[in-house]
């Protein structure tokens, strides 16, 4: 029986099957759903890690145990664990190891659009590449497969457009795979030099044996068709392909890592142009054009953003590449109309969000403010602009003590904007290190109690596991304090008065501080507040209500309005309005 | 209608706001394509949906379907939940396609806060580029006993120019409407289905 899943749920699907009993990994579009579907199959333990690096770690203890392992993250969770991975590689395996990268060409929902397929390379471990569902699915049992065999992890590689994208698969039932036994042998494990030395061997024996799987891997095969045309491609790319460049022969790469040499050679023999179709960095044109075989790639199809079929046929008539013409009864799109100026519809913090009092707050105080990755991050955009920079996830804490470094006086202008799990991931070592080294910053940390951004997921302060099971929750003031910040306060955010003073006399107390700005998400604690109701004679139109950047907050006719059932009666505006003509709902209103 | 006539290729962009049920809708008329034999594929960008958003969901139906996404100019029918979304994704459908808008209007931050301007008479933009049906989703969502259900009015809308049988919709709302919002969005669905 065939089913309709996505790129993440096959993946989940098929590490259930192939007998996958523990799961690790941290949210991240588009990664998350993977994990969060895999915890509800019966027989396994999922977790959430504070950060990739640990994810790893835990799935490769895991792994030394003798589990088979999935563990997931998105691209940039990968910089995070790359310490464990490159060493893993020497290491190998016990259980079978896969690494999902979810990688995010365009940039639906990433800071960058980084090419992981070079991690495969740079840790000389196996990569597989999923062009939809049904491969997703089938190439999780293939990697575990082949990360038992040649004693390494293995990186499952996907794109927001495999990751989310629903074809039909097919399901089987679970294979149930006993523990493989763990025998101590410190030449394999202990990674010092003398050990490292002959596992760093071993790991070119490893790699040499996967050189000769990679030429006859299933997963890498040729479609001959018109050979005036070969297209190498990989991923969805590959699916692109098929449709805008019907007839043309094609090399599908499943396997991306190590790469057949002479299946590509064999290819190429077979046809006049040889043209790559990779999105993002040119992987697969280098290696080609390494073997010394005439290619084009990036000259035609561009290195960044994401494809669509629309473009690579375009590109590739653009090219006069013979492209036949499109199987669709009607052939050609109908050329793009101008339109009018069509406004954007950004995300915005949703109506009673508790972040959006402290942006408020900090774009009124004009402090240099340096940000940090979660919902929040919107509170540096239009209308509020209370954040200055954003990074990569923890990087707010250490660039504030940066700023004091390079300039003392701004110590007493800088503030850290941190959410709590982002905190969590790699806030707490910002932290450590600026109180060590005699910094004053003020940190806030936006405890909304969950990962709202990626969907709210628990983390280690919300009292819950991924599995739904109760679990201590961390006390921040406590590990603050811990860190040797003397100075830590709790504020409500939505109070706009509390929470002015309180960034003010910190910043300006010459002592490193926290303030814990402590509500829980809007979305997720839902509170029943009556809506805000505007007293128009009191309303002078002066739009200040407006800089709250509030879904349900317009000025319509030189008078405020507020929309009812976008409302969710923070009370955030009526602290704003000077002339009192927001009111609490529920009070007396005429 | 014949087999061979169901299964010819159809690409339906669905755009709107986070929020107005988009999901479900194409939830449900993938659960109804797949009954009546199509191949599928659904492409979802939601990352901020519930922020407020801009929501695309791209469906692809036919023999065989690769690609995920519709080229620019080729989607047979914009089913769009708001006017303005309408707007932003016009140039996907094609010249002899159909475009499916709700009357509704929902003003992005940008416009709330003053910062640009909502265009003006979107009907009549949209009709240029291709036919265009009107809905008032909302109202007769609202008729039926739920202003949530606008999706499925829309939904409706859209089932009726579509050649999967009547019966595989019902099906498909039985299996992904709770039981409890059931009555309700099989009237909206009618009341969709007969505009
Ligand atoms: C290394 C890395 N991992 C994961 C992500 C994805 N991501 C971005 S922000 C975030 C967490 C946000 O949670 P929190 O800090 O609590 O802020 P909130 O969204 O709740 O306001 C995650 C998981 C990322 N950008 N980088
Ligand atoms: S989901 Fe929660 S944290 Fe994110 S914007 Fe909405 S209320 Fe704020």
Redesign the interface.
């Known amino acids: 029986m065939k089913e ?1 899943m996505t790129g993440n749920e096959a993946i989940a699907r098929g590490a259930y099957e192939n007998g996958v009993t523990v799961g690790v990994g941290y949210p991240g ?1 588009p990664s998350t759903e993977i994990l969060e579907n895999f915890s509800r199959y019966p027989g396994i333990k999922a977790q959430w890690a504070p950060n990739e690096k640990v994810a790893l770690e835990v799935g490769l203890g895991a792994s030394l145990a003798g589990a088979r392992v999935l563990v997931t993250m998105k691209h940039v969770g990968v910089n995070v664990a790359a310490d464990p991975l490159m060493t893993a590689a020497y290491t190998g395996v016990n259980g079978g190891l896969v690494l999902v990268s979810a990688d995010d060409p365009g940039m ?2 990433s800071q960058n659009e980084q090419d992981n397929r070079f991690y495969a390379r740079f840790a000389r471990i196996p990569m597989f590449e999923p062009s ?1 569902s049904q491969e997703a699915l089938d190439m999780v049992g293939l990697a575990l497969q082949v990360s038992e065999d040649f004693d390494l992890p293995v990186m499952l590689r996907t794109t ?2 495999v990751a ?5 698969v097919e399901v089987k039932e679970r294979k149930e795979i006993p523990l493989k036994p763990y025998r101590k042998d410190a030449p394999k494990w202990l990674m010092v030099p003398a050990y490292g030395r002959l596992r760093r061997q071993s790991l070119e024996e490893r790699l040499q044996r996967l050189k000769a799987y990679t030429e006859t891997t299933p997963v890498n095969f040729i479609t001959w068709g018109d050979r005036r045309v070969g297209v190498i491609t990989s991923g ?1 790319s590959y ?2 392909v ?3 460049m019907p007839g043309v022969s094609i090399l599908k790469l499943g396997m991306t890592h190590p790469l057949p040499e002479g299946l590509i050679r064999q290819f190429a023999a077979g046809v006049e142009k040889l043209v790559v179709v990779e999105e993002l960095d040119p992987y697969l044109e280098d290696f080609v054009r390494g073997l010394g075989l005439e290619v084009t790639g990036k000259k035609i199809f561009p290195a960044w953003n994401e494809f ?3 473009l690579i ?1 375009s590109r590739a008539v653009a090219a006069g590449l013979p492209v036949p013409a499109p199987d ?3 052939g050609a ?5 101008e ?12 109506p009673g969000c508790p972040h959006r009092g402290v942006f408020y707050v900090l774009h009124k105080l004009k402090l240099l403010v340096t940000g940090d990755i979660g ?1 929040y991050t ?1 509170g540096g955009l ?2 509020l602009e209370g954040m200055d920079t954003c990074v990569c996830m923890g990087a707010s804490i250490g660039m504030a003590h940066g700023c004091e470094l390079a300039d003392s006086t701004l110590s007493r202008r800088t503030v850290a904007v941190i959410g709590d799990s982002t905190f969590f991931h790699s806030g707490i070592t910002g932290l450590l290190n600026m109180v060590y080294n005699g910094g004053q910053g003020t940190v806030i940390i936006l405890d909304n109690r969950t990962t709202a951004m990626t969907g709210h997921q628990e983390h280690p302060g919300t009292g819950k596991t991924l599995m739904g099971e109760p679990a201590p929750a961390v006390d921040l003031e406590a590990l603050v304090r811990a860190l040797g910040v003397s100075r830590v306060r709790v504020v409500d955010p939505l109070k706009v008065a509390e929470l002015t003073q309180a960034i003010q006399e910190e910043v300006a107390c010459g002592a490193p501080s926290v303030i814990i700005a402590r509500r829980p998400c809007a ?1 997720l604690h839902r509170e029943k507040r009556p809506p805000v109701m505007v007293d128009r004679e009191a309303c002078t139109g002066c ?1 200040s209500c ?1 800089k709250l ?1 509030c ?1 349900a ?3 319509q006719d030189k008078k405020a309005a507020v929309e009812a059932i976008t409302c969710n009666g923070c009370g955030l505006c009526v602290q704003v309005c000077r002339f009192g003509a927001l009111k609490e709902g529920g009070e007396n209103n005429d | 209608m014949t087999e061979e006539a169901a299964r010819l290729p159809v690409d339906i962009l669905m755009v709107g706001v986070g929020g107005q049920g988009i999901i479900l809708a194409s939830r449900i008329l993938a659960h109804a394509a797949r009954a009546a034999g199509y191949d599928i594929k659904v492409s979802e960008i939601h990352g901020m949906a519930q922020r407020g958003g801009s929501v695309v969901t791209q469906v692809r139906l036919g023999e065989k379907v690769y690609s995920p996404l519709i080229p620019e100019g080729e989607a047979d029918v914009i089913l769009a939940f708001e006017q303005l979304e309408a707007l932003r994704w016009v140039n996907y459908v094609k010249n002899t396609g159909t475009i499916i808008v709700n009357s509704q209007v929902i003003y992005p931050v940008p416009v709330l806060a003053g910062m640009s301007r909502y265009p003006e008479n979107i009907p009549a933009h949209l009709s240029r580029r291709a036919r265009t049906i009107m809905v008032d989703a909302l109202q007769k969502a609202l008729e039926c006993g739920n202003s949530r259900a606008a999706n499925v009015v829309l939904l409706g809308s859209l089932a009726r120019r579509m050649s999967i049988p009547l019966s595989y919709w019902m099906n498909a709302l039985e299996a992904c409407v709770p039981a409890r919002y059931l009555e309700v969005n099989r009237a909206a669905f009618q009341s969709g289905y007969t505009l």
């Not at chain 1, 989310?164 to 039909?168: A, P």
């Not at chain 1, 799109?333 to 109309?337: L, T, V």
């Not at chain 1, 954007?344 to 949703?350: D, E, F, K």
């Open positions: 309709l579009t639906h929902s939809d927001t457009r989310h994208s629903q074809s039909l969805v699916q692109y098929r449709e805008a669509t079929p629309g046929r669709k009864e009607e799109a109908s050329p793009p109309r339109l009018p100026p069509v406004p954007g519809r950004p995300p915005v913090l949703c919902c919107l239009p209308p979305l739009r407006l950047g879904p907050i317009s000025v």
